[in-house]
Structure formats: C-alpha cells, structure tokens
C-alpha cells in the first residue's frame, strides 16, 4: 500500500515549480547509502533538488554551490548504480562518471561542498525575543594535518533573520577545532533580538561535518 512521503512545504515548492517553469524535466532516482535510502527528485530548469531520507523520514534539499551565483545551482548527479564496490552517478553536466561518497567532502571537480542548516526559534506570541548567546554541539577537533590546506583551522558561521528568513544579517564564523582540539566550544555572543528568529549555520572546509544540537538562552519581552 503506497503511502504519500510528501509534507505541505515541499508540496508548496513543487507548486511553485510547476507554476514557473513547469516539470516537463524532472528526474527522480535512488540509492541506498549507509542504511539510509533516499529518493532523489531533481528539476533541471527550475535548479532544485528535493531529496527524501526514508531512514530519517525528512527532507532536504541539495545543490552545487556557485560562488559566482552567490546561490545554490543544479546538483549535479543524476541516475544510480553500483558497480566496482562503488555508487556511481552521472554527471548531468558534463556526463562524467562520479562516485557518492560520504568520506569525501569536497564536491563534483573539487568544489567547495557547502552544507546548510536552517531552522526557526518558536514564536512568543509575537513579542520581542532577546538572544544573550547560542552553542552548536558539533564534532569538534576536526581540523586537517597540513596548516598549508584549508580546513586545518575548520570554521562554522552563524548568521539569523528576524523576518522569518526573508533577510539574514551578518556572517559570524567561529571555529570547531584544529585536529586534536576536541574541548572546543562553539559559541556565539550578543545575538540581539527579534519577533520571528531564524537561524541558518553553513559550513564550507572540506572536514568532516556532524552537527548534533544548537542551544539558544532566549529572555521573553514583554511587547
């Protein structure tokens, strides 16, 4: 009996999608990594990506990275199989043969692989929220061994909205520990204030990234 994995947001967005550019396009795949077994949906002409996580029951979204772009581009493996002991992809752009890895944290061509989390503060009935600091609970320590490569001193940056996501502030780096520095605290200070707080945390060192929990100390106002 099949059962509907979509949520109401990624609804909305395939919407939207259909509304714009249409899906005349679409390619949906899967594999199976780690005991996680996903299923791919990939809109070339819109760029977006929506990959579902059985093992997790969540969504995500995927992309390449484009500096020049200042944005998510096309991901860019399509189709699946495995062969020579490994999960092998087609590259949508070039139609290069790539391999999924999760040990390898860089992306297609030795790009930067950034990765992305986004999450919303509840609510206080509207009122002002003040933030004094925030942590992320991450694996820490995980600097490279050469001070010559990026991701020897690995950096993780915080930046928040106070308009639920429509604009973010600042970019605030802090770092998670150069190899070995696994009492690292990863904090943030005087985080300000606002009625509807979305925090986004981006990493791009090619490090091992494995973020486990964020901790806010929000004080309610009064208006």
């Not at 060192?205 to 929000?218: E, K, L, N």
Request: proline share 4%.
């Amino acid at each position: 009996t099949p059962n509907e994995i979509s949520t109401p947001e990624i609804r909305w967005q395939i919407q939207r999608i259909i509304d714009h550019a249409g899906t005349f396009d679409a390619i949906g795949w899967s594999y199976g990594l780690e005991k996680h077994r996903f299923y791919v949906l990939t809109f070339p002409h819109a760029r977006k990506t929506f990959v579902y996580d059985q093992l997790t029951d969540r969504w995500h979204q995927r992309g390449l990275w484009s500096a020049a772009d200042n944005d998510f581009i096309t991901y860019r493996p399509q189709f699946h199989t495995i062969a020579f002991g490994r999960h092998l992809v087609c590259d949508n752009a070039s139609g290069a043969i790539y391999a999924l890895s999760s040990t390898v944290f860089t992306d297609v061509d030795g790009l930067p692989l950034r990765r992305v989390r986004r999450f919303r503060q509840p609510n206080n009935e509207n009122k002002i929220v003040f933030y004094a600091d925030a942590e992320l609970e991450c694996e820490r320590g995980v600097g490279l061994e050469s001070a010559a490569a990026q991701g020897y001193d690995p950096l993780v940056v915080l930046r928040y909205s106070n308009d639920g996501g429509q604009t973010f502030g600042a970019d605030r780096a802090r770092g998670v520990g150069q190899r070995g520095e696994y009492a690292t605290r990863v904090r943030w200070h005087m985080c300000g204030s606002g009625r509807d707080r979305v925090w986004e945390l981006w990493s791009s060192d090619p490090v091992a990234t494995r973020w486990f929990d964020f901790y806010t100390t929000p004080q309610a106002g009064t208006h």
